[in-house]
């Protein structure tokens, strides 16, 4: 562009607009306060030290009340969580991954969900001291009763039976091997995996299973609201009856290999809640009579 002297006026394309110093000022504190806002925010809603997974379906270990999840395993991790000093968040995850989960570290460090020490968990994880022990029982229709052995139930007298358990449970586990390898193989024995031991007792009376087998207290819980079931132990056949021996298990943590100061402290406050008082009661104790009134 020309002016009418001739000479050339100059156009500055990218010139920038400019603000009254009053008006810069308060946009630079603006600004200051929205950077304040986040490390804030970030402080407050920091991601968690540790992430511990579960299966919230396992009553009375886990289990949902409302939208929150509660019990013994959820005391014992909130106890972890404060002798450390960190944040640890719970995460409800289908239950057979839990292992495999822990293992890779990369969205869990810990699982606890009622887990049993097994050799092939060993290999994967790391586990804590056993904090409970439990007995398989078998969950049945009361006016369709298995073949009683005494007060309990023999692997031999499921022979051709439909057994139901949550898939990658103990009971799911145990079933599976006798149905395999075991004294139910070739004996038209079948076994289904279910999303939850409820679930599994349900197909009792929905005709899909004859047994459901689950953990001594999960049991016991699932026939005290349905008078149509009962539950008794499960047992492997001695030379006697006196001589059956109880499906045992014993529950522990299962760690990360390399989180090795989690499980530090997982075991240091376990001990803790092992401890007997007075009455021969320890706080584990206390708090499976908590949440299950027996």
């Not at 640890?88 to 810990?110: C, L, R, T, Y």
């Not at 005494?150 to 439909?162: F, P, R």
Request: proline content about 3%; glycine content about 6%; aromatic content about 10%.
């Amino acid at each position: 562009m020309v002016n009418k002297s001739g000479v050339k006026k100059s156009i500055n394309k990218k010139s920038k607009m400019k603000f009254p110093l009053g008006v810069a000022f308060e946009i630079s504190l603006l600004i200051l306060a929205i950077v304040g806002l986040g490390f804030l925010f970030v402080r407050i809603n920091r991601p968690a030290d540790y992430i511990v997974e579960t299966n919230a379906f396992f009553a009375p270990f886990e289990f949902y009340e409302g939208r929150q999840i509660k019990g013994v395993d959820i005391e014992i991790i909130d106890r972890v969580a404060k002798y450390l000093n960190k944040k640890i968040d719970v995460k409800d995850v289908e239950f057979d991954v839990i292992i495999d989960n822990v293992e890779a570290g990369k969205i869990a460090d810990a699982g606890a969900a009622g887990l049993t020490i097994t050799p092939a968990r060993s290999e994967k994880v790391n586990f804590s001291i056993p904090y409970y022990t439990s007995v398989q029982y078998l969950i049945y229709a009361k006016d369709s009763a298995p073949e009683m052995r005494g007060n309990h139930v023999v692997w031999d007298a499921l022979a051709g039976a439909k057994l139901g358990s949550q898939m990658g449970s103990t009971g799911y586990l145990f079933a599976s091997d006798e149905a395999d390898s075991g004294v139910l193989k070739d004996t038209g024995t079948e076994v289904k995996g279910f999303e939850s031991h409820q679930l599994a007792a349900d197909a009792i009376s929905a005709h899909i299973i004859d047994y459901a087998i689950a953990d001594e207290l999960v049991a016991k819980m699932i026939v005290d609201k349905n008078d149509k079931l009962a539950a008794v132990p499960l047992c492997y056949m001695g030379a006697s009856i006196a001589e059956d021996e109880p499906a045992e298990e014993s529950y522990a943590i299962a760690v990360n290999k390399d989180r090795t100061e989690l499980l530090e402290a997982f075991n240091v406050v376990l001990a803790e809640m092992l401890t007997k008082d007075a009455e021969g009661k320890s706080e584990i104790d206390r708090l499976v009579l908590k949440y299950t009134g027996f």
